[in-house]
C-alpha cells in the first residue's frame, strides 16, 4: 500500500530541482559580494540609490525653486543672501555634482570587478563543459566502435570528438577582430 503512495506522490521535476538549486547558490554568491564590500562601497551604493530615486528629485526640485525664490526677494521678510547669479548655488550644485560623480564611479570600479568575476567564472564553466562534453563524445565514439556503429559517425563528430585548444581559439578570435 505504501508503495502505491509513494508512486502516486509528486515530485518536483529533476530540472526544477536543478532550476531551485542554481538560484541558490546565485543567491550565495551574491550575498557573498555584498558582505565582502568596503565600508566605502556600501555607502555609495546607498547614496546612489537614495540619489536615483523620485524623492530625490522632487527634494532637488524643492531645494533650487526654493532657493531662486528666495533670492530673487519674492519671499517677504527674507533678504536675499545668495543674489543673482546664485554663485554659491551653483558652488553648492558643482561640489554635489563632483560628489555624485565619484560615487558613480565607485559603484561602475565595483560592478566592474564583479562582472569581471562572473565573465572569469562562466568561461571557467564553460571550459570544463567543453571538457566534459569532448570526454562523453570519445566515450560514444567508442561505444559505437565496439557495436559495430564506427561507419556511422561523420567527420565533424571526430573533430568535435578532439580536445579543444582554448588559446588557438581566442588568437583566431583576435586576428578576425582585428581585420
Known amino acids: 500500500m505504501e508503495n502505491k503512495k509513494e508512486i502516486g506522490k509528486e ?3 529533476t530540472g ?3 532550476v531551485k538549486k542554481n538560484i541558490e547558490t ?3 554568491l551574491e550575498q557573498e559580494n555584498l558582505k565582502n564590500r568596503s565600508t566605502a562601497e556600501h555607502m555609495a551604493t546607498n547614496i546612489m540609490t537614495y540619489a536615483g530615486s523620485s524623492l530625490s528629485l522632487l527634494l ?3 531645494w533650487f525653486v526654493g532657493w531662486i525664490l528666495l533670492n530673487l526677494g519674492l519671499v517677504p521678510g527674507i533678504r536675499p543672501f545668495d543674489p543673482l547669479p546664485f554663485s554659491f548655488l551653483t558652488l553648492v550644485v558643482s561640489l554635489e555634482a563632483i560628489f555624485l560623480t565619484l560615487l558613480v564611479l565607485m559603484s561602475q570600479n ?3 570587478k564583479e562582472a569581471d568575476k562572473r565573465a572569469n567564472l562562466d568561461l571557467q564553466i564553460n571550459m570544463l563543459d567543453e571538457q566534459e562534453t569532448t570526454m562523453i563524445l570519445r566515450m560514444v565514439q567508442k561505444i ?3 557495436l559495430g556503429l564506427e561507419e556511422e559517425i561523420n567527420e565533424s563528430a571526430k573533430e568535435l570528438s578532439e580536445e579543444t585548444d582554448v588559446n588557438r ?9 582585428d581585420k
Request: overall charge positive; glycine content about 0%.
Open 26 to 28: 546565485i543567491l550565495k
Open 169 to 177: 581559439v581566442s588568437k583566431s578570435l583576435d586576428e578576425r577582430s
Open 110 to 112: 565595483r560592478m566592474t
Open 144 to 146: 559505437s566502435k565496439h
Open 11 to 13: 515530485r518536483p521535476a
Open 16 to 18: 526544477q530541482v536543478a
Open 60 to 62: 532637488h526640485a524643492v
